[in-house]
């Protein structure tokens, strides 16, 4: 099976408006709600596609129930979450009718005692020994230190599995020095590691081969839109997503990885996994708000994903 672990899952909160006007009265056209978090996110798309998955993290409060519900009750996912004193968070966003990017309000999270710290390392501990994936990411509720995806990645190795880091800034930087074995920076995360700008699925290539070649045994580096680029001992891959009408991206990157891992937890080629990752990703950006892909989506988009060896 993959374990995911989200250690700061949310409630996304999607609010519809016309227009945004600051410091006036804005009416609301629609709200959608859904549960959240990268690794929440990776868990739904991998049960839709019917990979076994377990999911993990901290939760608490009626925003950690509403999460427990969705995750476990809606979608099905085995779920073996440490419940915290705090609230998880909720995360607001204002998506207005012309299309452009939404206005996030992202809470911080709870504040996590050494105490709940300690209890999840044991439960990751404990269901590292029967998978085969890992997959760590999103932000950090207070009281976590930063080299919190080191301490899992180390815990996940020692029992052979193989580690999944989807991470920014610090955390990230921490966590590539547990050695993961696969690692999925978007553009403005390569652009931070690297230094330099990622503006096309080429400088995707040079940078995923880049970052591979300094240690990742699997890189993948994706530019939205524009597509994906894949760099592993195999070789180097590009991938040309469907021309679909984007709704909204939340979500997107996190389905692409569910994707890749579908492909490699049935020992897949990674051309494929490529393939089915970006086509994972471009269903969720036809979704309305914070909701995910379905297997009938993904499959159908497929045929359509441009995968090139570059």
């Not at 608490?60 to 129930?65: I, N, S, V």
């Not at 995923?208 to 524009?226: D, M, N, R, Y």
Request: net charge negative.
């Amino acid at each position: 099976m993959t374990l995911t672990v989200t250690l700061n899952p949310s409630v996304d909160r999607l609010i519809y408006i016309r227009q945004l006007v600051p410091h006036d009265t804005n009416r609301i056209l629609r709200i959608e709600e859904d549960a959240g978090g990268k690794g929440v996110n990776v868990a739904r798309v991998l049960k839709r596609l019917g990979v076994p998955v377990t999911a993990t993290g901290f939760l608490g409060g009626r925003a950690g129930r509403y999460v427990l519900h969705e995750l476990s009750k809606v979608d099905g996912v085995e779920c073996r979450f440490v419940w915290v004193k705090g609230s998880t968070r909720t995360n607001l966003a204002i998506q207005e009718e012309d299309g452009s990017p939404p206005t996030a309000l992202n809470e911080r999270g709870p504040q996590i005692s050494p105490e709940e710290l300690g209890k999840l390392l044991k439960v990751v501990e404990e269901l590292s020994q029967n998978a085969r994936f890992v997959a760590l990411g999103g932000s950090l509720p207070s009281g976590v230190p930063t080299d919190i995806y080191a301490t899992l990645a180390d815990i996940a190795a020692r029992h052979g599995a193989k580690v999944v880091l989807d991470a920014d800034g610090e955390p990230l930087v921490q966590g590539l020095k547990a050695s993961p074995f696969l690692i999925k920076p978007n553009e403005n995360e390569t652009e931070r590691l690297l230094g330099r700008a990622i503006d096309t699925v080429e400088d995707a290539a040079r940078a995923a081969q880049e970052l591979h070649t300094g240690g990742v045994p699997v890189v993948i580096v994706s530019i939205g839109e524009k597509g994906a680029a894949l760099a592993c001992a195999e070789g180097c891959w590009t991938a040309v997503p469907p021309r679909v009408r984007t709704v909204s991206t939340i979500g997107s990157g996190d389905s692409m990885i569910a994707g890749v891992l579908s492909v490699l937890m049935r020992n897949g080629t990674m051309d494929e996994a490529l393939r089915w990752g970006t086509a994972a990703g471009a269903a969720t950006a036809m979704t309305d708000g914070s909701d995910i892909c379905t297997a009938q989506q993904v499959r159908e988009l497929l045929p359509q994903v441009e995968v090139k060896r570059w």
